[in-house]
């Protein structure tokens, strides 16, 4: 009977050790969740995430008629 109670605690110990073991991970993701490079808009100033940018070169714009408008005052 003590053989089997020996080996539960064995096995208790085991997995508690390989579930913190495995638990890091998750808590960096957590910690340090993936930053978006906020971009300006070259009209009106705005900030904005990247993806939510129009790209025209190296400027960036948060929409589409800002985008026409500063092209309308370069050309
Ligand atoms: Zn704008």
């Not at 997995?15 to 971009?39: I, L």
């Not at 070169?57 to 948060?62: D, E, S």
Request: aromatic share 10%; net charge positive; glycine share 4%.
């Amino acid at each position: 009977m003590m053989k089997y109670l020996l080996l539960l605690i064995l096995f208790a110990i085991v997995w508690w050790a390989w579930k913190k073991r495995s638990t890091p991970p998750r808590d960096d993701a957590r910690r340090n969740p993936p930053v978006e490079r906020m971009v300006t808009c070259a009209h009106c100033g705005v900030h904005l995430p990247e993806s939510d940018a129009l790209a025209d070169g190296a400027r960036y714009f948060c929409n589409d008629a800002h985008r026409r408008a500063v092209q309308r005052q370069g050309s």
